[in-house]
């Protein structure tokens, strides 16, 4: 008798290392206060696992540097174009940004600082490190500040520790 296997979900094949100890480890060197460690860490393995979901399915037609996909689309055979180069991650890492962000608030109640470049790392950046490298995100201090710049522009006039 043979038997059948099915092959899982995307949304359950993460990598086989586990998100929770990983995010447990980050928050207890960065010395998270215990009161609202629960809370950041489901926060943050939440958030982790949307943004590798986002990353799976990305449509084909948003690819970097490509014209409009719909005036190359193939009529007669039915087939999206493959797009050249690299997905687009903006959305990924800009939903892991905010997410690292609103947990450094919560946890410690001020703003999170960011460092200039080639100068030494702040805990912020170092705990972010910790956690983008294994989603893949590099460039780090470059991506912190343009969405630091962002988000500046964002909350004018809004109190970021108001609860």
């Known amino acids: 008798m043979t038997s059948i296997t099915f092959p899982l979900h995307p949304a359950l094949m993460y990598r086989k290392r586990s998100i929770r100890r990983e995010v447990r480890e980050a928050l207890t060197r960065y010395q998270f206060p215990s009161e609202v460690f629960k809370q950041v ?63 450094w608030v919560i946890g410690f109640g001020e703003e999170p600082k960011i460092n200039n470049r080639g100068f030494a790392r702040t805990p912020f950046v170092q705990f972010a490190h910790l956690i983008l490298r294994h989603e893949g995100i590099g460039k780090l201090e470059m991506h912190l500040e343009g969405y630091q710049s962002y988000r500046k522009r964002a909350l004018q006039g809004v109190s970021v520790t108001a609860a």
């Open 41 to 103: 860490e489901d926060i943050l393995v939440r958030q982790i696992r949307i943004s590798r979901l986002i990353n799976r399915h990305v449509p084909a037609t948003r690819f970097k540097n490509t014209q409009d996909v719909l005036d190359r689309f193939d009529a007669e055979r039915f087939v999206w174009p493959k797009g050249r180069g690299r997905k687009n991650e903006d959305l990924k890492r800009a939903h892991l940004m905010s997410t690292l962000f609103r947990v």
